[in-house]
């Protein structure tokens, strides 16, 4: 019976030390903004290509982000504002790159008609390595502008009620604007071995789910979060004579950010 008591009477204890530990806050009308950094992998895509003397697809193309070392130009950066106190509104601005990996085995489908690689390619059936004699590609700017709904609430919350722990997940979605470099058959281009580069403007969309958890030190929060999605780039420029690639894939990305929040 003693034994029932102390239990009793030590739930009540933490009960309601928590309680006077946690505030809760008040968001609504709070207006946010962060800058940070990322790390981005992707699943394996399909890439369709088709231009004078080649008509194919490549399924189960591998990539990464050509990360070497983190450069600051290349941000992510977010806008947001507390709608209520638990649902945010924000428009994010993620720059992503993209670079394909040499020496892979992907599945070929399609028709090229002259050069080294001429062939007619059965679905299923066909495999090509992607080495660089073949097929260089990238993405050296994959920007994303995404608008996102997200729901937020308070792990902790201090006394004063200036250090929060918090978490958010949400949906968005936005266009992509794709600057690439490709570089086609290049086994046969002995004279010319330099990615063709272009800027191919406003070129796809993507969709995606936001999470992430954000420690606030005063004004001042870190950010620990990262999305995952579907992007598809449409009329990627391939070539000098007008061919074009279509590319959908799959991300997930990582991304450390530190900002600021008020409330009006």
Do not use: C
Request: proline share 1%; aromatic share 16%; charged share 20%.
């Amino acid at each position: 019976m003693r034994t029932k008591l102390l239990l009793l009477a030590l739930s009540i204890t933490f009960g309601t030390v928590n309680a006077q530990d946690f505030k809760e806050r008040k968001n609504k009308n709070r207006i946010y903004f962060s800058y940070g950094l990322n790390r981005t992998a992707y699943d394996l895509s399909t890439l369709q290509m088709a231009g004078e003397g080649y008509d194919f697809s490549l399924t189960h193309f591998d990539a990464n982000d050509g990360f070497s070392e983190y450069d600051f130009a290349k941000f992510n950066g977010k806008l947001g504002f507390f709608v209520t106190d638990n649902i945010s509104i924000s428009v994010g601005y993620d720059n992503f790159t993209y670079k394909n990996i040499d020496d892979r085995m992907v599945k070929i489908n399609g028709e090229i008609e002259g050069g080294s690689f001429a062939a007619t390619y059965q679905e299923n059936q066909d495999v090509i390595r992607t080495s660089e004699e073949f097929l260089q590609y990238s993405y050296t700017k994959l920007n994303y502008i995404n608008l996102n709904v997200e729901i937020n609430d308070d792990f902790w919350v201090s006394k004063n009620g200036k250090l929060a722990w918090s978490y958010y997940f949400g949906l968005g979605g936005g266009i992509l604007i794709s600057e690439s470099e490709v570089l086609l058959f290049g086994k046969d281009q002995p004279t010319n071995t330099t990615p063709v580069t272009n800027n191919n403007g406003m070129n796809g969309f993507a969709g995606n789910a936001s999470f992430g958890t954000r420690m606030y030190l005063g004004p001042v929060f870190l950010d620990l979060g990262g999305k995952a999605g579907y992007m598809r780039s449409k009329d990627v420029i391939i070539d000098e004579n007008k061919g074009v690639a279509d590319h959908n894939f799959v991300f997930v990305t990582g991304i450390a950010s530190v900002g600021l929040s008020f409330r009006f």
